[in-house]
């Protein structure tokens, strides 16, 4: 069974910056895409970026575009997602997931991963 465990949120001023980390066990991060979502107290879960599974594609959400980067590294089976210029509203947990399609490219839709990570805060004070 794939695990995946998130790390790296934290409480950080707003036009600072936080790097996220999701790493696999039981399983891997490849050849699938993978996706990280939040969501706010009170909120629906929202995406945020997916990556193809070689890394040559990424989305983003408008909200975020040009402020966070989604990255991996198939060897150490990690996704990243770099996130600068935080404000306020950047404020939720962070969930990172994947999908169960091989040679996935990105995927916005939520409902198209079976595996879930537990979430990490990311706290940004104005």
């Known amino acids: 069974q794939v695990q995946l465990v998130e790390s790296g949120g934290g409480l950080v001023q707003a036009g600072g910056s936080l790097r996220l980390s999701c790493a696999a066990s039981?399983?891997?991060?490849?050849?699938?895409?993978a996706g990280w979502f939040r969501q706010a107290p009170g909120e629906e879960r929202e995406f945020v970026a997916s990556i193809s599974w070689s890394g040559g594609t990424t989305y983003y959400a408008d909200s975020v575009k040009g402020r966070f980067t989604i990255s991996r590294d198939n060897a150490k089976n990690t996704v990243y997602l770099q996130m600068n210029s935080l404000n306020a509203e950047d404020t939720a947990t962070y969930y990172c997931a994947r999908t169960s399609t091989r040679f996935s490219s990105p995927i916005r839709d939520p409902k198209a991963y079976n595996y879930w990570g537990q979430g990490t805060q990311v706290t940004v004070s104005s």
């Open positions: 039981g399983g891997t991060f490849s050849p699938y895409a």
